[in-house]
Nanobody, 124 residues
Framework: QVQLQESGGGLVQAGGSLRLSCAASGRTFIRYNMGWFRQAPGKEREFVAALSWSGSITNYADSVKGRFTISRDNAKNTVYLQMNSLKPEDTAVYYC?????????????????WGQGTQVTVSS
C-alpha cells in the first residue's frame, strides 16, 4: 500500500502555468505506474496523464496534449504534472493515483491508492 499527497494547486490566470506534485510514502513507489486525473464540478473524474514506473512511457488525454507534462523522480518518491498554457476549462480538482498492474491507463477503475486532490482554478 502507498499513500499519496498532492500539492501545488492554486488560482492562476488563463495562459499561466502551475506544477503539481504528488508525494508518495513507502519504498514500493518505484514499482507503480502513476496517473493524474481531474474532476470538475458536476462532471465525472477524467484521465489527464500517466507514466510508467521508469518514466519512459507517457500517455496524455487529447485535451492536455502539448500543454501538460507528466514526470517522476523516484529518488524523491514524487510524481509531477507541469501544466502550461492553462485554460478555464482546466479548472478542477486534480488527483494522483497508482495504476493496477496490467490495467488500462485511461480508465478510472484501473487506479487505486488515490490522493486527496488539489484544487486548480484558472480564471479567464
Amino acid at each position: 500500500q502507498v499513500q499519496l499527497q498532492e500539492s501545488g494547486g492554486g488560482l492562476v490566470q488563463a495562459g499561466g502555468s502551475l506544477r503539481l506534485s504528488c508525494a508518495a510514502s513507502g519504498r514500493t513507489f518505484i514499482r507503480y505506474n502513476m496517473g493524474w486525473f481531474r474532476q470538475a464540478p458536476g462532471k465525472e473524474r477524467e484521465f489527464v496523464a500517466a507514466l510508467s514506473w521508469s518514466g519512459s512511457i507517457t500517455n496524455y488525454a487529447d485535451s492536455v496534449k502539448g500543454r501538460f507534462t507528466i514526470s517522476r523522480d523516484n529518488a524523491k518518491n514524487t510524481v509531477y504534472l507541469q501544466m502550461n498554457s492553462l485554460k478555464p476549462e482546466d479548472t478542477a480538482v486534480y488527483y494522483c493515483a497508482t495504476v493496477t498492474a496490467g490495467r488500462n491507463w485511461y480508465e478510472r477503475d484501473s487506479y487505486d491508492n488515490w490522493g486527496q486532490g488539489t484544487q486548480v482554478t484558472v480564471s479567464s
